[in-house]
């Protein structure tokens, strides 16, 4: 019997980081969201070694880029505005490298709010630094607990992997970010879009897996099939 067969995937999270108590952690929903769906997640050490960020790039069979600090505008050659909320230097070069480490050897990713914003950053795209000074809308983006329940609508685009995974032209959304995609980096499509124009989906047709999205499925997984049905998605290319 071939054992290598039954093994799970390997998924390592990017971890969050409390700037204040000196800390790194994890939300359960990451954990629990890649568990539920045949993964074994691993919350990754915050380095940005070269060797060691080399070496879990080889080791792991996907990477989820998590929510969290807002992404330093230095990552898209812009300058930071009073706006802009807290920056983790040392979490911006980490995902820069193994975002790059990751993509070289096509293996699965998958980005969630903060992770679509790093994504389309590092590959050369722009980012609204604070929505509401810059793209006002009536839309909610930035909604108050419970985090589980829906904020506002997508549009999703046909003909994309998000479409043929969903089946449906809209859906309905949880939101909570006041950073958001302003230029589209090269190499992606969009997947999803709000009624303001926004982007919250996108995917890079040039890769094996490699989706990012606004919303939190981590937060909405429990009850929303279609937010498993994303989990499932990643490790199943995993």
């Known amino acids: 019997m071939n054992t290598n067969s039954c093994k799970k995937p390997l998924i390592g999270l990017i971890p969050l980081v409390d700037i204040g108590r000196e800390s790194l952690w994890m ?27 080399g070496q879990i790039a080889e080791q792991m069979d996907g990477f989820l880029f998590t929510g969290g600090h807002d992404v330093s505008p230095e ?16 979490r911006d070069r980490m995902e820069e490298k193994m975002l790059k480490e990751a993509l070289s050897a096509d293996k699965p990713v998958l980005g969630i709010c903060r992770g679509i914003q790093l994504v389309n950053a590092v590959m050369g795209g722009t980012l609204y630094q604070d929505l509401p000074m810059q793209h006002p809308s009536d839309i909610e983006h930035h909604q108050t607990p419970p985090y589980d329940k829906v904020a506002h609508e997508v549009q999703i685009e046909r003909d994309t992997p998000l479409h043929t995974l ?44 490699l989706w990012a999205v606004q919303w939190h499925p981590e937060f909405s997984y429990r009850t929303d099939e279609n937010s498993r049905k994303i989990f499932g998605a990643f490790v199943n290319n995993c």
Do not use: W
Request: charge should be negative; aromatic fraction near 6%; proline fraction near 8%.
């Open 166 to 209: 969903l089946g449906m032209d809209r859906l309905g959304v949880n939101s909570y970010h006041h950073h958001g995609i302003k230029r589209l980096a090269p190499g992606l499509r969009v997947m999803a879009k709000t009624d303001d124009g926004m982007i919250e989906g996108v995917y890079c047709p040039e890769k094996r897996f």
């Open 75 to 90: 990552v898209y050659g812009e300058e930071t505005l009073p706006v802009c909320g807290e920056l983790c230097p040392q």
């Open 27 to 53: 939300l359960p929903g990451y954990m629990e969201g890649v568990r539920l769906a045949g993964g074994i997640p691993v919350m990754l050490p915050l380095t940005d070694d070269d060797r060691e960020i």
